[in-house]
T-cell receptor, first 115, second 115 residues
Framework: AQKITQTQPGMFVQEKEAVTLDCTYDTSDPSYGLFWYKQPSSGEMIFLIYQGSYDQQNATEGRYSLNFQKARKSANLVISASQLGDSAMYFCAMREGGNNNDMRFGAGTRLTVKP | DVKVTQSSRYLVKRTGEKVFLECVQDMDHENMFWYRQDPGLGLRLIYFSYDVKMKEKGDIPEGYSVSREKKERFSLILESASTNQTSMYLC??????????????FGEGSRLTVL
C-alpha cells in the first residue's frame, strides 16, 4: 500500500525567504504521480504542483518547485520568496500509475510566514 | 469555472442519526472521492467511485457507505452517526482520462459535529 510521510507538523519562515517542506513516499509501483496541495484557513484545497515518476526534471510552477529525489523517495516542496499569503496547511499526495483512481495524502505541514 | 459542490458546509447531528453528505461535480468526471480530514492525520480516503454504481473502499470505510446513482453525484452516508465521526469531510473528483497525472478537484468541505 502506498504511504506518504510528512515529518514536519509545523514550520516557520521569514517573509521573502525560501522554505522547504519535506515529503517522503513509499510505493512499489514504478509509475506514480506526486502532488502538492495548499489549504488556507478558508478550507479549500488548492493544487500547486505535480511531478511524474518518469519526469527527468524537477517540476516548477512560479515560486513553487518540487525537489524530486527518486532514489530517496522524496518529493520536497520548495517555496521561494515566501509571502504572508503562503501561510497555510500543505499536503503531499501520491497516486500510483497502476491504479489511477485513488490518491493518498500525508498528514500535512502547517506553514506560518512571519512578517 | 469547474466546480465541486458539497451540500452543507456545517452540520450538527445527534448520535445515532442517519447523515447524508451530498457532493455534485459539473466537470463530467468519472472518479469521485470522499475523504475525512482530522488534525495530525491529514486526509484519509473513505470511499471512491470510478463510475456510476461502482464503489471501492478506501482506508477507513467502517461506519460509512456511499451511493453513486448519477455520474455527477456522490453521496456519503453515515448510517448511525457516532461522536468519533465528528470531522471535516472533503469530496473530490478527477478525470479518468488524466490517469495518474490527474489532479483532484475538491469541494469546500463539510464540517460535521456529532453530539
Amino acid at each position: 500500500a502506498q504511504k506518504i510521510t510528512q515529518t514536519q507538523p509545523g514550520m516557520f519562515v521569514q517573509e521573502k525567504e525560501a522554505v522547504t517542506l519535506d515529503c517522503t513516499y513509499d510505493t512499489s509501483d514504478p509509475s506514480y504521480g506526486l502532488f502538492w496541495y495548499k489549504q488556507p484557513s478558508s478550507g479549500e484545497m488548492i493544487f500547486l504542483i505535480y511531478q511524474g515518476s518518469y519526469d527527468q526534471q524537477n517540476a516548477t510552477e512560479g515560486r513553487y518547485s518540487l525537489n524530486f529525489q527518486k532514489a530517496r523517495k522524496s518529493a520536497n516542496l520548495v517555496i521561494s520568496a515566501s509571502q504572508l499569503g503562503d501561510s497555510a496547511m500543505y499536503f503531499c499526495a501520491m497516486r500510483e500509475g497502476g491504479n489511477n483512481n485513488d490518491m493518498r495524502f500525508g498528514a500535512g505541514t502547517r506553514l506560518t510566514v512571519k512578517p | 469555472d469547474v466546480k465541486v459542490t458539497q451540500s452543507s458546509r456545517y452540520l450538527v447531528k445527534r448520535t445515532g442519526e442517519k447523515v447524508f453528505l451530498e457532493c455534485v461535480q459539473d466537470m463530467d468526471h468519472e472518479n469521485m472521492f470522499w475523504y475525512r480530514q482530522d488534525p495530525g492525520l491529514g486526509l484519509r480516503l473513505i470511499y471512491f467511485s470510478y463510475d456510476v454504481k461502482m464503489k471501492e473502499k478506501g482506508d477507513i470505510p467502517e461506519g460509512y457507505s456511499v451511493s453513486r446513482e448519477k455520474k455527477e453525484r456522490f453521496s456519503l452516508i453515515l448510517e448511525s452517526a457516532s461522536t468519533n465521526q465528528t470531522s471535516m469531510y472533503l469530496c473530490a473528483s478527477s478525470s479518468r482520462l488524466a490517469g495518474a497525472t490527474g489532479e483532484l478537484f475538491f469541494g469546500e468541505g463539510s464540517r460535521l459535529t456529532v453530539l
